[in-house]
């Protein structure tokens, strides 16, 4: 049997994610994913890959909103309940997404603390980004990550890959949402159609890995791996895959422990890696 072990939300975009027991599935992803981010003086959103120390920054959740830890413990909320102001449009790689600026104290906070300016935007539900539409059908949409709504990988792909490396690593630096013990070592590529919890999942393509991935996330040090040992073995026209992403069709509630059920599975070449 196939079975959540894993559930992550990032709910600033490139922060520290966060570990869950239960999650709400919501009509952009999990609850709370993605759905702020911190942009440059040119409103274009920023990532570890230029800024690794934003690793550094963790999150949680609490009752009024989402808790920004720096490694000094200097600390500041992101509320809930954000006034509503104009919204403005920012760039998450070709796409236009459309948000609103938070306030102006937190933005110093991450000033600060990043060394860098930096303003914090949050996209509010009127805010609906679609999924790129090869990929996903009309009206499914998603927050400010990369592309796609979910991430999913299965744990015997990591320890696969974790046995080719001198250095075992552990599963946040590929950043999933959704973690599935059970199955063979990239069994996830090929899942096409899947149920969890009564929800519907859909595989839309292979998830092509950058350099974040070589980012220790709790140090904030790079290095060559896992991007290299990939290299060797999981290149899909010129990229190199690990995980696939998902799109879903209706809500509710995902728990670890929860049986994923597979409908249907892939045959396109564009899924299968030799």
Same mark, same amino acid.
């Given at each position: 049997?196939?079975?959540?072990?894993?559930?992550?939300?990032?709910?600033?975009?490139?922060?520290?994610?966060?570990?869950?027991?239960?999650?709400?599935?919501?009509?952009?992803?999990?609850?709370?994913?993605?759905?702020?981010?911190?942009?440059?003086? &040119?409103? &274009?959103?920023?990532?570890?890959?230029?800024?690794?120390?934003?690793?550094?920054?963790?999150?949680?959740?609490?009752?009024?909103?989402?808790?920004?830890?720096?490694?000094?413990?200097?600390?500041?909320?992101?509320?809930?309940?954000?006034?509503?102001?104009?919204?403005?449009?920012?760039?998450?790689?070709?796409?236009?997404?459309?948000?609103?600026?938070?306030?102006?104290?937190?933005?110093?906070?991450?000033?600060?603390?990043?060394?860098?300016?930096?303003?914090?935007?949050?996209?509010?539900?009127?805010?609906?980004?679609?999924?790129?539409?090869?990929?996903?059908?009309?009206?499914?949409?998603?927050?400010?990550?990369?592309?796609?709504?979910?991430?999913? =990988?299965?744990?015997?792909?990591?320890?696969?890959?974790?046995?080719?490396?001198?250095?075992?690593?552990?599963?946040?630096?590929?950043?999933?949402?959704?973690?599935?013990? *059970?199955?063979?070592?990239?069994?996830?590529?090929?899942?096409?159609?899947?149920? =969890?919890? *009564?929800?519907?999942?859909?595989?839309?393509?292979?998830?092509?890995?950058?350099?974040?991935?070589?980012?220790?996330?709790?140090?904030?040090?790079?290095?060559?791996?896992?991007?290299?040992?990939?290299?060797?073995?999981?290149?899909?026209?010129?990229?190199?895959? %690990?995980?696939?992403?998902?799109? &879903?069709?209706?809500?509710?509630?995902?728990?670890?422990?929860?049986?994923?059920?597979?409908?249907?599975? &892939?045959?396109?070449?564009? %899924?299968? =890696?030799?």
């Amino acid at each position: 049997m196939l079975q959540i072990s894993q559930l992550f939300i990032y709910p600033i975009k490139s922060l520290g994610g966060i570990s869950l027991q239960s999650a709400e599935v919501t009509t952009r992803g999990l609850q709370y994913d993605r759905r702020w981010m911190l942009v440059n003086e &040119h409103g &274009h959103f920023m990532t570890q890959r230029e800024f690794a120390n934003m690793a550094l920054l963790k999150t949680a959740i609490e009752e009024a909103g989402i808790r920004v830890i720096a490694q000094s413990g200097n600390n500041v909320l992101v509320p809930f309940d954000i006034e509503k102001k104009p919204l403005h449009q920012f760039a998450v790689w070709d796409d236009i997404c459309m948000g609103q600026y938070v306030n102006d104290e937190i933005d110093d906070w991450f000033t600060e603390t990043l060394g860098i300016k930096c303003r914090l935007v949050y996209m509010p539900d009127d805010s609906e980004r679609e999924v790129d539409q090869r990929y996903a059908q009309p009206g499914m949409i998603t927050s400010f990550a990369d592309a796609y709504p979910f991430l999913l =990988i299965g744990q015997a792909s990591l320890n696969d890959l974790n046995k080719r490396m001198a250095l075992p690593l552990p599963m946040d630096r590929f950043r999933p949402n959704i973690v599935f013990t *059970g199955g063979g070592a990239y069994s996830e590529d090929l899942m096409n159609r899947i149920e =969890i919890a *009564g929800i519907t999942f859909y595989g839309t393509k292979l998830c092509a890995r950058c350099v974040l991935t070589t980012i220790d996330q709790q140090t904030a040090a790079k290095a060559k791996e896992p991007l290299k040992t990939l290299a060797s073995y999981r290149m899909k026209n010129n990229k190199i895959m %690990f995980g696939q992403n998902l799109v &879903h069709e209706n809500t509710g509630t995902i728990s670890v422990g929860d049986e994923l059920k597979v409908l249907s599975q &892939h045959t396109e070449e564009r %899924f299968i =890696i030799k």
